[in-house]
């Protein structure tokens, strides 16, 4: 059985910082990529940032362009926990964060797993 679950979230000053965690059961790390998400109110939901790997320490990750040099997505694998370290956060980056995995098939990711989310908030 294959969970996600979200903490880390909540409401910092424009320009901090915060860390989010995904801790997934299972060794979904060595078949499946992971993401992070995020949906504002009103907006659909986006992809942030997404990792995948194949064999040993290789992994490609890839960010939303609004986001890119201010936020790093990175595991850990021994706990099996998803990270994302968000620096120089902005209002625009308020939203729910959720935590995605599954499988590529194709060259498609297939979000199978999701999280409940983690809300985060920015101020102005």
């Known amino acids: 059985q294959v969970q996600l679950v979200e903490s880390g979230g909540g409401l910092v000053q424009a320009g901090g910082s915060l860390r989010l965690s995904c801790a997934a059961s299972g060794r979904i790390y060595s078949s499946h990529a992971m993401g992070w998400f995020r949906q504002a109110p009103g907006k659909e939901r986006e992809s942030v940032a997404t990792i995948s790997w194949s064999g040993g320490m290789t992994y490609y990750a890839n960010y939303a362009d609004s986001v890119k040099a201010r936020f790093t997505i990175f595991r850990d694998n021994a706990k099996n926990t998803l990270y994302l370290q968000m620096n120089s956060l902005k209002p625009e980056d308020t939203a729910v964060y959720y935590c995605t995995a599954g499988p590529r098939?194709?060259?498609?990711?297939?979000?199978?797993?999701w999280g409940q989310g983690t809300q985060v908030t920015v101020s102005s």
């Open 105 to 113: 098939v194709g060259g498609v990711f297939q979000w199978n797993y």
